[in-house]
């Protein structure tokens, strides 16, 4: 089977083309004030990307929790137990976590990724506490406070950082806050190698961030786009880091105290290896400093009301060799910096499951998601064929299946049962049972081949859903019959299902169901069955009588090759004979084919077309001249008839205006 390939939706890239038109914008203001380094021609991934880069990207990658099931903790006791887990967990925190007793460490072990809910997620009076050994740990998204002791500064008498990590590998600790500890805000100790720092504020503290403890020098660690402001030393201090890059990082209200020596930006220790590339240094104490036996190179960073050390010395190492970044003009660095550091609402409030990179199938990664999840999910589907059937049950709601490739053709569905084996729900290559389900970008598929065996029941369904408030987005359903269903669990329950700028294919009643079901902006294709009179029917809507609002097809295109006058729009599908399911189907402002009918309802199944809600409202094309066997709805009606009145619900919904 062929279908139609979709088109780019309008609007795409428009948070990315924000961000750049930012940073122009502030290049262009800061002319004169420095000579910052351009940006180089690489990488522009998102800054809210759900990958590592720099160290933490190299030697395998850190993935976290991938691969784990996903859960959410709102207490203490919920967080450490899965946090020390020897399984692989996404661990969502929910709201402020207060640790006791003070200061006390949550240990983390390996294959953990930690994200804090929307930006309010945090963990008071307490320690993320990394052990030896622990490698593979994502930290995102989380606020880390207040664990300080009062009058104890200088973090002499407690040993309570935010993050404490000893001979570690393979960590990313990105978007954070990091406030008023009671020692450091990062230690990183002890020979840690494959290490990335990234888009985090620390802020309150003497001391915000050390590398070191250690004679050997063997630590990788990537450090950009932080906020270092109300801090006093530490900014980093990397000692005996084999290589330190830090980049586009904003430092800025450091501690006035008069602090001749200690109070200062960043320092190269012992026989670290130092790269600073375009960070902005505002009102700050030795900006960047470097011992003897250290290597510093500094380049393009802008520097302002700042006094004391600018060491530079050495080559240090190009840290191109190692990986692609992206580096922004200092002058933009403050401003991005204020505002895409510390916590986001976006990467808070949707986790991404990869398929097949941390899930082999997408039934794995739907397994993942915890029962009665009320958080959104994404699960971001590569290019390439799974030939699979997917379930995602009732419990399960606030989905998103997400194909990743270009055009939804890409990426692709598929299974091949009919319902002679298992019934026309056991045929359906995908089931969706939850509400609040959405799909973009993706091809759903049923490629029995009807035409190769003989079989009482040769429906197959490509898609069947029960929910409420599914939508699907540049989708596309393939098969024969009974391709796509549109359902509730039950008569009287009223589901609500949105397809938009997709396509569907079949020829016997391949858009059917009771669901309140609108296809907007989308191209149905009538497939040829190689018959001169009848090749098929569109539309075999069961609407409970008491639904107003069954299927609505809008400013849409049918498509067809089947002979001119060979395809009916529709018949009544009474279920059991169930004689309360009335069929409700408006066609309207759509273009239809030679090969609809001139009488295009008819019934079904002793149940007269006459007595089912079929209507027509100002459709055009070969296909569309009215008779007095097609009802046309008329203005005033057609008023009550739109989209959001189909969808509307009691709950106000409206999936639609995001468009």
């Known amino acids: ?31 004169g004030e420095a000579k910052a380094a351009a940006p180089a021609p690489s990488v522009t991934a998102d800054r809210w990307a759900d990958q590592p880069h720099g160290f933490a990207s190299l030697a395998g990658g850190t993935t976290g929790g991938a691969g784990g099931k996903v859960v959410t903790v709102t207490d203490q006791a919920s967080l450490a137990k899965y946090a020390a887990a020897e399984e692989p967990y996404i661990i969502r925190v929910s709201g402020a976590i207060d640790v006791e007793p003070f200061g006390s460490n949550i240990v983390v072990t390996s294959n953990k990724t930690l994200v804090g809910v929307g930006d309010t ?3 008071v009076h307490g320690e993320l506490h990394l052990n030896p050994g622990t490698s593979n740990v994502i930290i995102r998204n989380l606020t880390i406070r207040d664990s300080y002791v009062e009058g104890d500064w200088d973090g002499k008498t407690q040993d309570f950082d935010a993050i404490q990590m000893d001979t570690v590998d393979h960590v990313w600790i990105d978007h954070n806050r990091f406030t008023h500890m009671g020692d450091g805000l990062i230690d990183l100790r ?10 985090n504020q620390f802020s309150h503290h003497n001391k915000a961030f050390g590398i070191g403890w250690t004679p050997n020098v063997v630590t990788q660690v990537t450090i950009d786009h932080n906020w270092f402001t109300g801090t006093k030393q530490r900014n980093p201090s990397a000692d005996n880091c084999a290589y330190a890059h830090l980049y586009n990082n904003y430092l800025s209200a450091q501690v006035a105290d008069d602090d001749p020596v200690w109070t200062y930006g960043n320092w190269a220790r012992g026989k670290t290896k130092m790269v600073i590339e375009n960070s902005y240094y505002d009102g700050v104490q030795h900006p960047y400093q470097a011992d003897d036996t250290a290597e510093l190179v500094q380049r393009g960073s802008i520097l302002k009301n700042v006094r004391g050390r600018q060491d530079a010395w050495g080559t240090a190492f190009d840290p191109r060799k190692f990986y692609d970044y992206r580096l922004d003009p200092a002058a ?6 204020k505002r895409f550091s510390g916590p986001q609402k976006r990467i808070g409030d949707a986790v ?22 009320d958080l959104p999910v994404t699960i971001a589907v590569a290019p390439g064929t799974y030939r699979a059937k997917v379930f995602i049950p009732a419990g399960k709601p606030k989905i998103l299946l997400q194909g990743t490739g270009h055009d939804r053709s890409d990426t692709l569905i598929v299974f091949d049962t009919p319902a002679e084996y298992g019934g026309s729900t056991g045929s359906a290559t995908v089931r969706i049972a939850a509400n609040d389900v959405t799909a973009r970008n993706l091809t759903f598929s049923n490629d029995f081949d009807e035409a190769a065996v003989e079989l009482k029941g040769e429906q197959a369904l490509a898609m069947k859903t029960t929910g409420d408030r599914i939508v699907f987005e540049n989708t596309a359903f393939l098969g024969n019959q009974d391709t796509l269903m549109t359902d509730s669990p039950k008569l009287t329950t009223l589901s609500r299902v949105y397809i938009r700028n997709s396509y569907i294919e079949g020829d016997v009643d391949f858009i059917y169901g009771r669901a309140s079901t609108v296809v907007e902006r989308s191209v149905i294709r009538a497939l040829n069955r190689g018959s001169t009179t009848n090749n098929g029917w569109i539309t075999a809507a069961s609407t409970w009588k008491d639904n107003p609002r069954g299927f609505l097809i809008t400013r849409s295109r049918i498509v067809s090759d089947a002979p001119a006058g060979s395809f009916h729009l529709g018949r009544p599908w009474h279920p059991g004979g169930q004689p309360d399911a009335i069929a409700q189907v408006l066609i309207r402002d759509t273009e239809l084919p030679a090969a609809i009918k001139a009488s295009p309802w008819t019934d079904m199944s002793g149940f007269s077309w006459k007595d089912a809600r079929f209507t027509e409202y100002h459709n055009y094309g070969p296909g569309a001249a009215v008779t007095e066997d097609r009802p046309q709805m008329s203005d005033d009606e057609a008023r009550t008839h739109t989209v959001a009145d189909y969808l509307q619900g009691t709950d106000g919904w409206k999936p639609y205006a995001r468009h």
């Open 1 to 31: 089977m062929t279908h139609l390939h979709s088109k780019r939706l309008p609007g795409t890239g428009r948070t990315l083309a924000a961000v750049m038109g930012l940073v122009a914008a502030l290049a262009v203001g800061a002319v």
């Open 121 to 123: 997620g945090e963990i």
């Open 190 to 199: 002890k020979d840690s190698q494959y290490v990335t720092v990234s888009y």
């Open 332 to 337: 933009a660095v403050p401003a991005l910096v």
């Open 352 to 373: 991404t499951l990869h398929v097949p990179g941390d899930y082999p199938t997408v039934q794995a990664a739907v397994d993942a998601v915890p029962d009665g999840n």
